[in-house]
């Protein structure tokens, strides 16, 4: 059977494939986009906060559970630290999932419980369903297949660094402004979260496994703080968890090969946001690709140099702190709050040279 012909193929329909579809059919294009899942944007593997400036795209997915003012940063002494840091937290299902449908209503194509299996240069194979395989001739083709990219590894790259997390959803006793951030050597590699949204909370945690592989016990640990604090109520009403990738940026073109969001390590090595990137990407890359196909030769790498322009000297500061902080882990100095104030966005001594 002879491939089947499209403009683009992206893999992945979570925010960067999603943004990608929509933004190479808007010009034009076929565009063909496959995603694993059964239920787009299900398991949430996410916190699912967003800052202010994604205000527009969490409107047009209508996706908004409630605005978020500050952050509240805990300190291993227990010194807390409150900043100002707008946002919002989502429904982070419902955002893939408006994302998914504003692609469509450009004209892109988008098939679920469809599986990327392979790749030789020019043709994909693809799987749908249970044993259905067929074959794809992509003019471009756009990885944006998350942490552990299977296109990432087709075209030659290495597993990235990651960070595992886990997290439960709570009952929230009381309205709640803040997210809440806890530094601390018991989350080596990452750090503990309450993020508020509406009646409940999402509380979590990440760790790099190098350090910490239990991650259960210390979130158990956290969350019976938090009651006892009067915070959070005692159920578990979801548990979830995921991998984070925190190594920075890669190399994002090979040939006709383009990768977005946590697939070209866009992620904040730091923090761990990763949806204002994978957005923006994912729209880059889709109109790259429009270009390439228009004629620019340049296309596609011009996009990588965009994005490296945008999130690259964050991405790099990000992980320089990470190295600085392995080096530490698991010894005593790593409980002192001069070390996590060095390793983290709310205090001046993370953008110190």
């Known amino acids: 059977m002879n491939p089947l ?17 929509r933004a190479a059919a808007s010009r034009g294009l076929t565009v063909i986009c496959i995603d694993r899942r059964a239920e787009i944007g299900v398991p949430v593997q996410c916190a699912e906060f967003v800052p ?29 630290h409150h900043s100002v840091f707008p946002g919002m937290m989502i429904d982070r299902a419902r955002f893939d999932q408006g994302l998914v449908e504003l692609a469509q209503a450009a004209g892109a194509q988008v098939k679920i419980r469809c599986q990327f299996l392979s790749w030789d240069g020019a043709v994909a194979r693809l799987r749908c369903g249970t044993d259905e395989v067929f074959t794809v001739h992509p003019r471009v083709l ?19 660094q990651v960070v595992y997390t886990r997290q439960y959803t709570v009952p929230l006793l009381r309205p709640y402004a803040d997210t809440d951030i806890f530094l601390s050597d018991v989350f080596p590699g990452g ?4 993020f ?9 945690l990440g760790a790099d496994r190098r350090f910490e592989d239990n991650l259960k016990l210390p979130l158990e640990q956290l969350h019976r703080q938090m009651v006892a604090r009067g915070i959070v109520g005692e159920a578990v009403l979801g548990r979830t968890g995921g991998a984070i990738p925190v190594g920075g940026i890669r190399r994002m073109v090979h040939g006709n090969v383009v990768l977005a969001g946590d697939a070209a ?16 990407s994912g729209e880059g890359a889709g109109l790259a690709a429009a270009d390439c196909l228009a ?33 530490v882990w698991r010894q005593p100095t790593a409980q002192e709050d001069r070390v996590m104030r060095s390793g983290w966005i709310a205090f001046d001594e993370y953008f110190a040279a």
């Open 5 to 21: 012909a499209t403009d683009v193929l992206v893999i992945g329909a979570g925010p960067a494939g999603a943004a990608a579809a």
């Open 52 to 80: 202010m400036p994604l205000l527009r795209t969490v409107h047009e997915t209508d996706s908004r559970v409630q605005d978020v003012a500050g952050m509240l940063t805990v300190l291993p002494s227990g010194l807390q």
């Open 142 to 160: 756009i990885g944006a297949d998350g942490p552990h990219s299977l296109v990432a590894e087709a075209v030659g790259l290495p597993h990235q």
């Open 191 to 194: 750090y503990g979260w309450l």
């Open 196 to 204: 508020p949204r509406g009646p409940v909370a999402n509380l979590g």
């Open 265 to 280: 390590g866009l992620t904040h090595p730091i923090t761990g946001a990763g949806i204002p990137a994978a957005v923006i």
């Open 295 to 327: 004629g620019d030769e340049n296309a596609l790498e011009s996009y990588a140099e965009d994005m490296q322009d945008q999130f690259g000297p964050a991405l790099a500061r990000a992980v320089q702190r990470r190295k600085s902080l392995e080096a």
